[in-house]
């Protein structure tokens, strides 16, 4: 079974709107950690965004926050007021297993493309 | 505070030949991960390694990748006679130790590889 799910291929944002990219997730473990990265055409990976498992508070950093329903295993990210500079990959990824092991599951990504 | 730092950002090697992928995590971090990116793909783990140990390889071909973490130095992933379909981009990862923050994975720029 896929560890991240990201259902979403490819996404299209007018400039200065929000867009919301969809993750969900699949663990049994009560600890466990998500992020959210960027990848430009540049390729670097940008870290943007940690929730843990336990924190009761949504994440926000800037213009990114995370939308986390637990319940539901879902971790998606908000970007709000797009900037063309947004165009890129974003990745969900999470890390869980905390007591045995440090590997992030990655999903397969999501485009975005900001249309001005 | 310098970043994660990897080179050859770009490797060009024949069927055959070895290909040496080095990583300099953070300053202060004590954990290296190693992952591949295929063309239009997710990051798949590879190894996860500290100073001269290597914690968890479940993600590494059996035969023709190695990795090290020296006491000096960088990180090395060493891919022995190489195939086509090695053709990809590495990225090495580094984290603080345990219990120094949320475990976040900062990322270098990648070594993209081509075989010829």
């Known amino acids: 079974a896929q560890k991240i799910t990201q259902t979403q291929p490819g996404m299209f944002v007018q400039e200065k709107e929000a867009v919301t990219l969809d993750c969900t997730y699949d663990?049994?473990?009560?600890?466990?950690?998500l992020f959210w990265y960027k990848q430009p055409s540049s390729g670097e990976m940008i870290f943007l965004i940690y929730?843990?498992?336990?924190?009761?508070q949504n994440a926000t950093e800037g213009r990114y926050s995370l939308n986390f329903q637990k319940a539901r295993k879902s971790a998606n990210l908000v970007i709000s007021a797009s900037q063309l500079g947004d165009s890129a990959m974003y990745f969900c990824?999470?890390?869980?297993?905390?007591?045995?092991?440090?590997?992030?599951?990655f999903g397969t990504g999501t485009s975005l493309t900001v249309i001005p | 505070n310098a970043g994660v730092m990897q080179n050859p950002r770009h490797l060009v090697r024949r069927r055959g030949q070895e290909a040496r992928l080095r990583c300099s995590p953070m300053?202060?971090?004590?954990?290296v991960y190693w992952y591949r990116q295929l063309p239009e793909e997710g990051l798949k783990f590879m190894v996860y390694?500290?100073?001269?140990?290597?914690?968890?390889e479940s993600g590494m071909p059996k035969e023709r990748f190695s990795a090290e973490f020296p006491k000096e130095g960088p990180s090395i992933l060493r891919i022995q006679q190489v195939v086509r379909g090695d053709s990809a981009a590495y990225f090495c990862?580094?984290?603080?130790?345990?219990?120094?923050?949320?475990?976040?994975?900062?990322f270098g720029p990648g070594t993209r590889l081509t075989v010829l």
């Open positions: 990824a999470m890390r869980d297993q905390p007591n045995t092991g440090n590997q992030f599951y």
């Open positions: 990862a580094s984290s603080p130790p345990r219990g120094q923050g949320t475990d976040t994975q900062y």
């Open positions: 300053k202060g971090h004590s954990h």
């Open positions: 929730q843990g498992s336990y924190d009761e």
């Open positions: 390694l500290q100073k001269e140990n290597i914690i968890d």
């Open positions: 663990t049994s473990d009560q600890s466990y950690g």
